[in-house]
């Protein structure tokens, strides 16, 4: 019988502040999880290599790699790719938080810092990360469901687009996010407070800029030109717009 300790989600904290080291497995262990906890960037690899782990806690400021190294290098390892990313920032500068978001991570908190709030943020992205809009089931009866727009194909069962020519184009968890909520509401605006809440959880700040960034992210993925996009189009004022039409195929099938 696998115990509720076995089935509970395991974080993996990167923090060379071993108070807060010390605190954050404590707390996060009252409240059901099951936490690992290292101090740089080598403890960390050899962590992931050991165990698996459904979500990364990741401090910007670490001796050696930083996060925002360690976080890029995570997004290029196909065994951890779409590991969650939750970073935790020093700084209130917002480009500690926009390096953060393009390197791949999928969340940010400022220290200092509530554990309660920590804690609100880890739940969010691990639901955020197991949950796809309604109408993007990864399966379509016994083969992977693909969304085909434009010259494009997403994968919802492998989590990646697919160029006209097939070859894979990798996403972090973020940008799969957002490229889903879409191509699940194509050719409707979206403004940047239903992006962020459909993706994130959460409510943007009149200073947020993550929603413009991971468009930004998006954008150069799907090689979509910034200055004259085709396929997600800015309404000045209003939001974004999936221009394309959206399909669904079997894998293997011609859109």
Known sequence: MTSSTETADHILVVDDDRE???LLAEYLEKQGLRCTVVADGRQMRAALEKGRFDLLVLDLMLPGE???TLCRNLRATPAHANLPVL???????????ILGLEMGADDYLSKPFVPRELLARIRAILRRSRALPPNLDETRGPRARHLAFGDWRLDTAAR??????????????????LLAVFLAHPQRVLN???LLELTQGREADAFDRSIDLLVSRLRQRLRDDAREPRIIKTQRGEGY??????TEVAAGEDA
């Open 66 to 68: 930083d996060g925002l």
């Open 241 to 246: 717009v999936l221009a394309a039409a959206v």
């Open 20 to 22: 807060i080291r010390n």
């Open 87 to 97: 970073m935790l920032t020093a700084r209130s500068d917002d480009m500690d938080r």
């Open 192 to 194: 940047r407070d239903q």
């Open 160 to 177: 990646h687009l697919l160029d006209a020519d097939g070859v894979v184009v990798s996403l972090s968890g973020a940008e799969y996010r």
